[in-house]
């Protein structure tokens, strides 16, 4: 299964929609997101972002849900 991030209830799947929910549309989305392959591939899964990393550098607390691969951030 993809990585998948949870903001306010709603699943994040893609870079694209992690910048969205992150704020970062308006300052460049690829400069928010830790990459760790295909670089500004925004519409690709999570799994090419590293996510724990880019929601450490937001300053946002989050646990992992289990051990999947669904990362919740707490607000």
């Known amino acids: 299964m993809c990585t998948q991030v949870q903001i306010?209830?709603?699943l994040?799947?893609?870079p694209?929609?992690?910048a969205a929910r992150l704020g970062?549309?308006?300052l460049g989305a690829e400069r928010l997101?830790?990459?760790v392959d295909h670089h500004g591939e925004m519409d690709w899964c999570?799994?090419?972002?590293?996510?724990?990393?880019?929601?450490?550098?937001s300053a946002l607390k989050w646990a992992?849900?289990?051990v999947s691969e669904t990362?919740?951030?707490?607000?």
């Not at 999570?46 to 550098?57: A, G, H, Q, S």
């Not at 990362?71 to 607000?75: I, L, N, T």
């Open 8 to 10: 306010d209830g709603i």
């Open 12 to 14: 994040c799947s893609t």
């Open 16 to 18: 694209r929609q992690l």
């Open 24 to 26: 970062a549309e308006r």
């Open 33 to 35: 997101l830790e990459w």
């Open 46 to 57: 999570l799994c090419v972002i590293d996510v724990p990393r880019t929601l450490e550098r």
């Open 64 to 66: 992992r849900e289990g």
């Open 71 to 75: 990362f919740v951030v707490e607000r």
